[in-house]
């Protein structure tokens, strides 16, 4: 067993202990039991499918990430129309690093946007979170930090 506490893993949350498999020739796909009836294992695509994240989950991040993403990047594309209306009817003489700088500030919150929707989404399938996700960015980020530990421990290990 592992020395960190016991805690409830999501369906799709990757194991913390990885162990290598030892090498075994291909098996069938279904395994006889002593009293000779046939019971079907589970393909490497159920395996996956098992990992895989929930469909519920994946639309909550889809809807954040075009929310929290969406916004600044349209934002973006904006300044350009409206600082190129600004120039073309000589309203206002604007610095081209005014507008450089305005839709690359709008552009970059649209990638922080990006992981900020994938790591605010309640991962819980049956939990939807809330409306900003703070709690469940901070419990997300916690959870790649520690993998991202247990990860760098386990290649100190083997080198």
Partial sequence: MSSEPKRD???????????????????T?????????????RSPK?????SAIPDAVSKRMIRRMALFSGIPTALGITSFVVS????????LELPTIAVLLVSLGCFGLGVVGLSYGILSTSWDENRPGSRLG??????????????WRASRREARSKS
């Fill in 84 to 91: 190129y209306y600004i120039v073309s009817r000589e309203l």
């Fill in 46 to 50: 159920d395996e996956a499918s098992l």
């Fill in 134 to 147: 703070w709690e469940e960015f901070s419990l997300n980020l916690g959870r790649m930090v520690q993998a």
């Fill in 9 to 27: 893993r999501l369906p799709f949350e990757p194991k913390q202990t990885k162990q290598k498999a030892p090498k075994k020739p291909p098996a």
């Fill in 29 to 41: 796909t279904a395994t006889q039991s002593s009293s000779g009836s046939t019971s079907p294992r």
